[in-house]
């Protein structure tokens, strides 16, 4: 059965830095896209970005290029997104997604079939 479980949620302030993790059960995160989608409170889903199973590419969104950072470690089936210069606007629930490709598809919700249930991340001073 396919998993994936977010950790690292939490208050930080604005400016601040916050790492996610996500872990896989179920599969090997090797040779697997695995991305990140985040939701707002009254808005809809946003694709953030998503790390190739190979050739060490990754997508970003233009509204977190430059200040996040995914990265992955397949020996412990884990994605990290490294989280910046944080602001309020980041503030959202936090979700790992796949489509047990290797190759990431475009920052669409239709595209990624797996999610996780989620971490919540507040920015507030």
């Known amino acids: 059965q396919v998993q994936l479980v977010e950790s690292g949620g939490g208050l930080v302030q604005p400016g601040g830095s916050l790492q996610l993790s996500c872990t896989s059960s179920g599969f090997s995160t090797k040779n697997t896209a695995i991305g990140w989608f985040r939701q707002a409170p009254g808005k809809e889903r946003e694709g953030v970005s998503c790390?190739?199973?190979?050739?060490?590419?990754?997508l970003y969104s233009r509204s977190v290029a430059g200040r996040f950072l995914i990265s992955r470690d397949d020996s412990k089936n884990t994605i990290y997104l490294q989280m910046s210069e944080m602001t309020p606007e980041d503030t959202a629930v936090y979700y790992c997604?796949?489509?047990?490709?290797?190759?990431?598809?475009?920052?669409?919700?239709?595209?990624?079939?797996?999610w996780g249930q989620g971490t919540q991340v507040t920015v507030s001073s």
């Open positions: 790390s190739a199973g190979a050739g060490d590419t990754a």
């Open positions: 997604v796949t489509n047990m490709g290797i190759w990431c598809p475009q920052l669409l919700e239709s595209e990624y079939r797996y």
